[in-house]
Every structure is written in C-alpha cells, then in structure tokens.
C-alpha cells in the first residue's frame, strides 16, 4: 500500500497558506442554555434532555455506560474473555490483534497491557506528519521494548496540509475528522491485509467522554467533499473510508473493535508514572497534545472558537464544574489565526 512503512517517520516542508484565512468571520460561539447540574453540557446541544434533578441526558448515558461496563473484579472476567477470544482468533496467525498507537497514554499502556496477557499485536499507526518528536520517541521506547512489531502509513506532508488547509476555509467544526477517518481506515486496511479479526483502541469513556449528536461529524465523503470545494492538490496517499468499505469492514469483514480500558481501574496519573518508570516514556503536556495538529485542534479552536469542552472529566469529578466554564468561556477568536502563523508561518 502506498506511504506504508515499517520504520522511520518522512517529514517535508511546510506550504504556506495565505494570509487571510478568514476564519474568524465563520467561527460562532454557542449561547448559553439551562446547564446541567453535574457537568458543563447545557440545553443548546440537540437532543439534549434533563431529569428532575437537573442532570442531563449525556451524564445519564456515562452513568449507564458505567454500569454496562464494569471495572474491578468483574471487568477482569469480562476483559480475560475477550483475550481468550482474540487468542483464539489468532491461532496460526502471526498476530492476535491490531493495535492503533500514537505515542500517547492510553496507547502506550495498552499495548503493555496486552503483552502482558499473552497477546500478539500488531501496531500500526497512522502519521499525518504532525507527529510531535514526543510522540514519535514514545511510540519507539515502547514498543521496541515490547518486541511489538509496528506498521506505519505516512501521508504526503503537503496533501495532508492541504486537506488540513480545506477544512479551515470550510469554516466547518470538526478539523480532526481527516485524522479521525484516516487512522480507521488504516487499521481497517492492515487488519484486512494480515487477516486480523481484532482490531484494539485505546479509548475510555471514562476520561474521553462523548461528543453531542450535532457538534462533530465524520465520513469519507464528508472528508472528500470538504477538500473538493476548498482543496488545490489531488487526494492521492489519504487513506479515505468511503462509506461502502466502511460497511464491507464493519458489517461483513468479520473485524471486530475491541476497547479494553472500558473495563480497567485506569488511573491516567498513575498510568503515566508507570509508563515514565518502566519504558522511559515522555508526557507531552495535554490530553491529546501528541499531536502537533490536535494541539491546535482541540485546545484551541475547539475551546476558543465554539466554546466545545466534553463533560466527561466532569462526570468522573476530575475538575470543579466551575473551573471547567470559566475555562470555557475565556474564549478569543482572534486567537487562531495568531496561534496558525505563529506556529506554523502559515
């Protein structure tokens, strides 16, 4: 497959954008409705509802969600079942399972995590050449000690920037959604590729939390058709997900979607002290900030531009709901196009 390699990360330079971007025009911020009682989320999100008590649909959801996957003795019975499955699957296969890495927390201690259950997987990752040098030091440390064997697709530097670039003219949302559809059609593809039925992710609910119906969307041709009407180069290296092989993987390949930290006592804090003791591995600043382009992504123009912050962190009681809008609110627009030039001479 094209842009496929197994080791060593191909960077180029950077294309300038114009000087005017024009976003600050098309950025809106919400308008406050009734909030919850528990977490920040209020009643402009669509489909948003609330109980007697004041508490909304979302912290429902988490607190069902909590409930359906159990952490402790019992997620041990249910996690031990689902490796038995996936060594099962892998017999006389050269791996159980498919691991998507980032050099970030949740990645890094899950690919511990199945080491030492027994479990042969297969990383792969997906760089879009925004990769900070944390990161990809992290994804290295690790995994070398691990003896885990690792794939990578690497993007054209300047079509991603391109598609990058499209999105932000757009005026749209959701600026992760290349990133988000690339990185599943990666896994998809290398699991269909070494014929893997597993495909494992590192995510928790628990300290990602979900994003609302009507904030973010994403398919392949959403991603296509954003990039046709504000893009200048071809699509060619992206490895788009069109809904129809998003089907054929999700519906009728056989690959299933493992998240085993749904049934872990994952204590972040704690996970990174592990990981820095045993591996050597580098905190990089923020949730999600391994990436230099979800460093702009979500704590910038998510935060400053449309004033989105997830609840989930909230829901578990990691920050006083007062903290968490003020930090909200302390929105300036002006900030992104500032915060492209200065970083990037965009």
Aim: proline content about 4%.
């Amino acid at each position: 497959m094209e842009g496929w390699v197994s080791d060593g990360v191909r960077k180029s330079g950077r294309k300038k954008l114009s000087e005017e971007l024009g976003v600050a025009g098309r950025i809106g911020r919400r308008q406050p409705g009734r909030p919850c009682s528990r977490c920040i989320y209020d009643s402009t999100i669509p489909g948003t509802t609330f109980d007697g008590d004041g508490m909304c649909s979302y912290c429902k959801l988490h607190d069902e969600m909590d409930a359906q996957y159990p952490t402790g003795a019992e997620g041990e019975i249910l996690l031990q079942g689902a490796v038995d499955e996936m060594r099962e699957a892998g017999r006389g296969k050269e791996f159980d399972c498919v691991l998507g890495v980032s050099g970030g927390c949740d990645s890094s201690f899950l690919a511990h995590e199945l080491v030492s259950r027994g479990l042969r997987p297969l990383a792969v990752h997906f760089d879009n050449t925004w990769d900070s040098p944390i990161a990809t030091n992290n994804i290295y440390t690790v995994l070398d000690k691990l003896e885990i064997p690792l794939e990578t697709l690497v993007v054209d530097n300047l079509e991603y920037d391109d598609i990058h670039r499209s999105f932000i003219e757009s005026g749209v949302r959701d600026l992760e959604a290349p990133t988000d559809i690339g990185l599943m059609g990666v896994l998809y593809r290398a699991s269909e590729k070494h014929g893997i039925k597993y495909i494992v992710e590192g995510h928790s609910f628990r300290t990602e939390g979900v994003s609302p119906l009507g904030w973010l969307y994403m398919d392949g041709r959403y991603v296509r058709e954003v990039h046709r009407q504000f893009g200048t180069l071809p699509m060619e290296t992206y490895p788009n997900m069109p809904f129809n092989q998003f089907v054929k993987w999700a519906a009728f390949s056989g690959i299933r979607r493992l998240r085993p930290l749904y049934w872990l006592d994952y204590d972040k804090e704690a996970t990174k002290a592990f990981l820095a003791e045993e591996y050597d591995w580098e905190w990089y600043g923020g949730h999600h900030l391994e990436n230099r382009w979800s460093n702009f992504h979500t704590p910038i123009f998510c935060h400053n531009a449309w004033g989105l912050t997830s609840g989930s962190m909230n829901c578990q009681g990691g920050f006083g709901r007062v903290n968490l809008i003020a930090r909200r609110h302390n929105a300036n627009t002006t900030l992104i196009r500032s915060w492209i030039r200065r970083s990037w001479q965009w």
